[in-house]
């Protein structure tokens, strides 16, 4: 079927937002509350691998803490991640993390081809609007038609509910889009509502399976910064634009 869709990840995909972003977020509001819970980048690579804020909070209270108690967890945690949402949220309006090369370049492209564009993301909406309005400007938040994002569904990736969210809300089959990820949790939840994924790596997933694939990259590449195919078949493309997934899709149809 035609190409008709491009949904994007965001945490990882459109921007290295872990490191600088969220990890920074999470220490802050820790530090600032008195819990002696400090995050160091080497144990965020694995708290990683439980996607969503609240979730990864609890998961590192039950796997490092267990000794942590509180007689209202769950609205503890919501409200620690409540704040660091506003935290990360002041940190990213700074400037703080720019877009991965080419992000910028496929989105104008995709829009510009008439190609329908959207978000679906374990992170919370006020973060993806952050993040957009300050990196590609405010009148970019009208090219995503939907912006799947944080707890409008149950369960978050590898789940595949966040995609199907999406697909449902823009009414079109999973085989008229590609997805854009950065992690094995992502492949997973976009490979299970039918959509093929096209990743591009970052320090944190670099050695995820990304066996489901339809091509891994380093990242999407521009016109002089072009990308290094790591998975895939090797094709006269130097740089990710709407030919080149017109092409993608089309051969695995
Ligand atoms: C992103 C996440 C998020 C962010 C933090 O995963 O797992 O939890 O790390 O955001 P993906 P929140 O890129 O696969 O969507 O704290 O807002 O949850
Ligand atoms: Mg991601």
Partial sequence: MDLK????????????????????AFNIIFERLGL?????????????????????????????????????????????????????????????????????????????SGLRLAIATTTSPQNVEALIVNTLGKKYMSLFEVIGAGDVVTLKKPAGDIYNYVLNEMKIDPTQALAFEDSRNGL???????????????????????????????????????????????THSKFVDVEYLRELNAKNC
């Fill in 5 to 24: 869709a491009l949904i994007f990840d965001v945490d990882g995909t459109l921007a290295n937002t872990e490191r600088d972003g969220h990890l920074q």
């Fill in 36 to 112: 002696d819970w400090y995050w160091s980048n080497e144990l965020y690579h694995k708290l990683l691998n439980v996607t969503g804020g609240k979730e990864r909070i609890k998961y590192y209270l039950d796997t490092y803490k267990n000794d942590f108690y509180h007689d209202d967890l769950e609205n503890f945690i919501a409200d620690i991640h409540r704040q660091k949402t506003d935290i990360y949220v002041e940190l990213i309006s700074t400037g703080l993390v720019p877009l991965r090369v080419g992000v910028k370049r496929l989105i104008d492209d995709a829009s510009s």
């Fill in 188 to 234: 997973l939840s976009a490979s299970s509502a039918g959509i093929d994924s096209v990743i591009t790596v970052n320090e944190y997933t670099n050695e995820h399976n990304f066996n489901e694939a339809l091509v891994v990259l380093d990242h999407l590449g521009d016109e002089n910064n072009n990308f290094n195919l790591i998975k895939g078949d090797t």
